[in-house]
């Protein structure tokens, strides 16, 4: 097998079978790289010396048998906004262009100690606001699939490089559907998984109360791999949760006889594409055949979850990005009078314009006169969104729906009208807003050539279901493949 065409998992035991190594895999990619990323700019940072060190170390372990784990070996990209101990961390804001973190976060350190190489960090919406990775100050990343179209955002450069093979698999976050909608723009998987089963320790935070760290993979067994190692409790994170159900590898089950699916009727009405829908629908259709009892249902507050998600969201942003003021870290205005004046000029020079809109939306949601009208009643709408999926999750195991309305937009469509941009999240921010774990996973192309995603929601903790039905769609469709 031609080394890129390997998975991750599949990587990593032709590592320890000896029939190749962990330099020549890392070499594979990086030739991979000097030969897409002029074109797709996956990558903020990539730090060849170190990768090359890092993989010949790791060999050694194998050799010695000291690593033996699902990922050992295999080379993995991180999105630029989860610090890494002395490789540049930038959130793809010029107000960090320059910022070198002294330490990694959880989930980064999991992956090395499970074995996975760290290549470098990749290009995202500047501090994860956005849809399309057009709003990073290091440029816009390019769908390998056609580089005339977005990769989705935020984690579009960890999606762009697993799909143009730069990367065997990536870490990105999810705040309102950033590694899942990214996944489907790019033809991967990509997981969101329970707020708290994975560390926020280290994440540079966008929505706290949102924020969770997920992998985006080749297909569903590498994301449960992935998933299985960085899933952790940290007690340096206050909302990380203790969770014993961890083997998610275990769930890699071809089988979903009996296992109950709803399809949100106001999912699939105004506004998606007919053959987003069509995939979709076709997709379920599938699971049926396999044994699944699938029917339609009413999932409602749908029309409320977009203003609920943006005004928490932002009110969240506005706080956490007090923090970069020019005084401690990062980029500082070159000239000034007086503090306030430093703030303020330093703030507009190394922010850019979809991040100062949030900052001025949430600033302005939380001020006085406002917060009861806009935040408050924006927690008690999450609270209903989560009740709503509470009572779905009575009758059913899962529910399916499409990641996207559409699939991705060309370049420049989505930044001429941010609205628009935001309506994009409408299928994914619920599971945000409740807290659940969600999967993507590719369920077709469009006529243009560009691959429709398919999203897969479980109740809290119960990943294992998702991971299970999603690797039994995935077998059917390989089969059919072959």
């Known amino acids: 097998m031609e080394i890129l065409a390997y998975s991750a998992v599949e990587l990593s035991a032709a590592i320890k079978e000896g029939k190749v190594t962990a330099v020549e895999a890392m070499e594979a990619v990086l030739a991979q790289i000097d030969e897409r990323e002029n074109t797709v700019n996956a990558y903020v940072t990539i730090d060849r010396e170190q990768a090359r060190k890092a993989a010949a170390i790791t060999q050694e372990k194998i050799e010695k048998g000291e690593l033996t784990g ?72 390019r769908n390998p699939w056609n580089i005339n179209h977005v990769p989705g955002g935020s984690s579009g450069g960890s999606a762009a490089a697993v799909a143009a093979k730069e990367c065997y698999f990536a870490l990105g976050s999810d705040t309102g559907g950033s590694i ?13 998984p329970t707020y708290g089963t994975v560390s926020r320790y280290g994440l540079i935070a966008y929505g706290s109360s949102l924020d969770q760290i ?31 159900d961890t083997n998610f590898t275990a769930a890699l089950v071809d089988d979903v006889r009996g296992m109950r699916i709803g399809i949100p009727r106001d999912y699939f009405e105004e506004g998606i594409d007919v053959e987003v829908k069509d995939a979709v629908l076709a997709a379920a259709k599938v699971l049926a055949a396999e044994g699944a009892i699938v029917e339609e ?67 302005f949601v939380l001020s006085s006169g406002y917060y009861d009208a806009y935040y408050l009643k924006a927690l008690k709408v999450k609270a209903m969104i989560k009740k709503a999926f509470d009572e779905a999750f009575v009758k059913y ?86």
């Open 70 to 141: 699902l990922l050992a070996g295999v080379p993995v990209a991180i999105k630029d906004n989860l610090c890494t101990e002395k490789m540049r961390t930038t959130c793809s804001s010029r107000i960090l262009e320059n910022f070198v973190p002294t330490f990694s976060a959880e989930a980064v350190i999991n992956l090395q100690k499970a074995g996975a190489v760290m290549i470098g960090k990749t290009n995202m919406d500047e501090f994860a606001m956005g849809s399309t990775t057009e709003t990073s100050a290091y440029g816009v990343t």
């Open 297 to 363: 249902f009413d999932l409602s507050l749908v029309p409320y979850a977009i203003p609920t998600y943006y005004t928490i969201a932002a009110a969240e942003a506005s706080s956490n990005l007090e923090r970069f003021d020019g005084i401690k870290y990062g980029y500082r205005a070159a000239s000034f009078e007086g503090l306030h004046d430093m703030y303020k000029k330093t703030r507009s020079e190394g922010f850019g314009a979809e991040v100062k809109r949030r900052i001025m939306l949430g600033s």
């Open 180 to 192: 899942r909608q990214p996944a489907s723009f790019c033809g991967v998987v990509g997981m969101k």
């Open 397 to 482: 195991d899962l529910i399916l729906s499409p990641v996207a309305p559409t699939t991705a937009p060309k370049l420049g469509e989505s930044l001429l009208d941010p609205l628009k941009m935001y309506l994009g999240d409408i299928y994914t921010i619920s599971v945000n807003l409740a807290g659940l774990p969600g999967i993507s996973l590719p369920c077709g192309t469009d006529s243009k050539g560009l691959p429709i995603g398919l999203q897969l929601i479980a109740d809290s903790f119960q990943e294992k279901k998702l991971i299970q039905a999603a690797y039994t769609y995935e077998q059917v469709c390989n089969k059919e493949m072959r």
């Open 214 to 244: 997920g992998p985006l993979t080749k297909n569903v067994t590498d994301c449960a791999a992935v998933l299985e190692v960085i899933a952790s409790h940290d007690p340096k994170d206050t909302t990380s949760i203790k969770r014993k």
